[in-house]
């Protein structure tokens, strides 16, 4: 407390002039207007200026979830790289003069996942040549199927739809499964059909099967978070798969395109016909 007061003493001189400075002052600016408007137009620059500088932290902290984004996307392609230079068996279509399947950016303008049967709607349609059954992935892996199309926009059943049926296997071992949906968890879903015999680990990793014209083989899916038999049949497993692709933020997808899916329907309906 000396201190304080010791300090008021030795400095009353200046203090007493930086406080007749500030009367005057304020007196000043309220009684010109040339002042208050010097002084305002001062005070506005630097409140411009700290928004500013607010900005630029708020879209720098932006662009590092958009970066964090493509480092993550480039991680995936680099896996998708790494798994097709373990396929040995030589391709049925020259896809160096066509390509099997075409791939289109699209942004999800809404997005359900709190319902038995959720969808999605794309800023992409007719226009931009979407149609039904065109399949949807993220930058992390699975997302749906174009159910369907408007002029400018399109609806996508989600993994999170209890219609959603979806071929899938497997990646260590081969084996082919269903992918479907309980409702329980947005972030889990099930891959049935897999026979008890298969050896399979918790953290296995499950990708598209290939074998139907929507997905390309090898799209990730998720990760083998449990498993156990399956009530109706003891035969076989059921697995619980946590997704790669968060449904629940998803902003940006990616349409593919079969480049050769109507020739492949109409060949497999010309089978089935005989």
């Not at 630029?56 to 984004?69: G, P, Q, V």
């Not at 959720?118 to 931009?128: E, F, I, P, S, V």
């Not at 081969?174 to 050896?199: A, C, K, S, Y």
């Amino acid at each position: 407390m000396q201190q304080i007061i010791y300090f008021f003493i030795k400095y009353r001189n200046f203090l007493l002039f930086v406080l007749l400075f500030s009367i005057a002052t304020y007196f000043t600016i309220q009684t010109h207007n040339y002042h208050s408007d010097k002084f305002f137009s001062s005070a506005n620059v630097v409140t411009g200026t700290l928004y500013n500088f607010k900005t630029s932290i708020t879209t720098y902290f932006s662009l590092a979830k958009e970066n964090k984004k493509l480092v993550e996307e480039n991680v995936y392609l680099r896996k998708q790289i790494e798994y097709y230079k373990d396929v040995t068996e030589p391709a049925a279509i020259d896809t160096t003069i066509f390509p099997l399947f075409d791939y289109q950016a699209a942004k999800i303008i809404n997005n359900n996942y709190a319902y038995t049967k959720n969808y999605l709607t794309l800023n992409k349609g007719a226009r931009d040549g979407v149609v039904t059954d065109m399949g949807v992935i993220s930058g992390r892996g699975l997302v749906g199927i174009v159910s369907r199309v408007s002029e400018n926009f399109s609806t996508v059943q989600s993994v999170l739809n209890t219609n959603s049926r979806t071929n899938a296997k497997l990646k260590k071992s081969g084996h082919f499964g269903t992918l479907v949906w309980d409702t329980q968890n947005p972030n889990i879903v099930q891959l049935i059909d897999i026979p008890r015999l298969t050896e399979i680990e918790q953290g296995d990793t499950i990708i598209t099967g290939g074998k139907s014209v929507i997905f390309p083989e090898g799209i990730l899916i998720g990760v083998i978070e449990s498993f156990r038999p399956d009530d109706f049949d003891e035969n076989y497993y059921v697995i619980d798969v946590s997704l790669f692709t968060d449904m629940t933020s998803l902003e940006n997808v990616y349409l593919i395109k079969n480049n050769f899916a109507e020739e492949l329907y109409e060949l497999e309906m010309s089978v089935s016909d005989e």
